[in-house]
């Protein structure tokens, strides 16, 4: 039987995204800003893009013969693809902890939204900010709030050292400087 009769099955996506895990009995925090990102994101994929692919994949399907139809075949993977990042997105925003970050301001104990500027046992510094599971980016400098250095980050002081278990084994880091942003 051609793969043309088969029937595609709620959820059989191939390479359908997995949610990142969120530590048991734990929240998905995520900065104001993170948030917003993410909801201007959704909006935007079902508002403006969605409905564009669907008029295209709609326009391809009236023009006959749907196996051998670039448009309609790369629509519809499109239009998947589409729909996998709004089901994603949403379960993402529904789970999601909003926690401003400024709060904590003028503190010097490292909280979630905090950037910290420490030194290791070379005494090389390194700065990172903490964020949300969702919201990090590595290159500029920002980690989950579930990564083992935000895990041993958290709750420290200036001035503390503290332990950060690693594939090498275990080090001590020293904390120098912690920030929080300014209130919006």
């Given at each position: 039987?051609?793969?043309?009769?088969?029937?595609?099955?709620?959820?059989?996506?191939?390479?359908?995204?997995?949610?990142?895990?969120?530590?048991?009995?734990?929240?998905?925090?995520?900065?104001?800003?993170?948030?917003?990102?993410?909801?201007?994101?959704?909006?935007?994929?079902?508002?403006?893009?969605?409905?564009?692919?669907?008029e295209?994949?709609?326009?391809?399907?009236?023009?006959?013969?749907r196996?051998?139809?670039?448009?309609?075949?790369?629509?519809?993977?499109r239009l998947?693809?589409?729909?996998?990042?709004?089901?994603?997105?949403?379960?993402?925003?529904?789970?999601?902890?909003?926690?401003?970050?400024?709060?904590?301001?003028?503190?010097?104990?490292?909280?979630?939204?905090?950037?910290?500027?420490?030194?290791?046992?070379?005494?090389?510094?390194?700065?990172?900010?903490?964020?949300?599971?969702?919201e990090?980016?590595?290159?500029?400098?920002?980690?989950?709030?579930?990564?083992?250095?935000?895990?041993?980050?958290?709750?420290?002081?200036?001035?503390?050292?503290?332990?950060?278990?690693t594939?090498?084994?275990?080090?001590?880091?020293?904390?120098?400087?912690?920030?929080?942003?300014?209130?919006?």
């Amino acid at each position: 039987m051609s793969k043309a009769f088969t029937r595609e099955t709620e959820g059989q996506d191939e390479d359908d995204v997995s949610l990142p895990d969120v530590p048991a009995g734990g929240k998905n925090y995520i900065t104001p800003a993170g948030f917003a990102r993410l909801r201007a994101e959704l909006l935007q994929l079902m508002d403006e893009e969605r409905p564009k692919v669907v008029e295209a994949v709609h326009w391809a399907a009236k023009n006959g013969d749907r196996s051998e139809n670039g448009d309609y075949i790369y629509g519809k993977k499109r239009l998947r693809e589409i729909d996998r990042r709004i089901r994603f997105l949403t379960k993402r925003l529904e789970i999601a902890e909003v926690t401003d970050p400024a709060m904590h301001r003028g503190h010097d104990q490292v909280f979630f939204g905090a950037t910290v500027t420490y030194a290791d046992e070379s005494g090389a510094e390194r700065t990172i900010t903490i964020m949300g599971i969702d919201e990090a980016d590595s290159s500029q400098g920002q980690v989950s709030w579930i990564s083992p250095i935000a895990r041993a980050l958290l709750k420290a002081r200036e001035g503390d050292v503290v332990k950060l278990v690693t594939p090498l084994g275990a080090k001590e880091i020293e904390v120098l400087e912690v920030r929080y942003p300014a209130p919006a």
